[in-house]
């Protein structure tokens, strides 16, 4: 698996089509799975790995930030 030339944490803010299309293609799917990616609005995504996997951390939480 390919690792990003980015050194750190990155921040994006997106239009959900996107995200959805961001997160199925992050895990190896086709675009057109995304479809299947609920996200509802103003909600916290994260993209991770777990060793050289991509993974979805944390998708879809509109549970509120710890302070």
């Avoid at 030339?5 to 994006?12: C, Q």
């Avoid at 299309?21 to 777990?50: C, K, Q």
């Avoid at 991509?54 to 509109?62: C, G, Q, R």
């Amino acid at each position: 698996m390919r690792r990003t030339a980015v050194d750190g944490p990155v921040l994006a803010f997106s239009h959900g089509h996107f995200s959805r299309v961001l997160g199925a293609r992050w895990i190896g799917l086709a675009a057109t799975a995304g479809a299947h990616l609920e996200l509802s609005t103003a909600s916290i995504s994260m993209l991770g790995w777990e060793r050289d996997t991509p993974t979805l951390e944390l998708w879809n939480s509109t549970d509120p930030l710890p302070h």
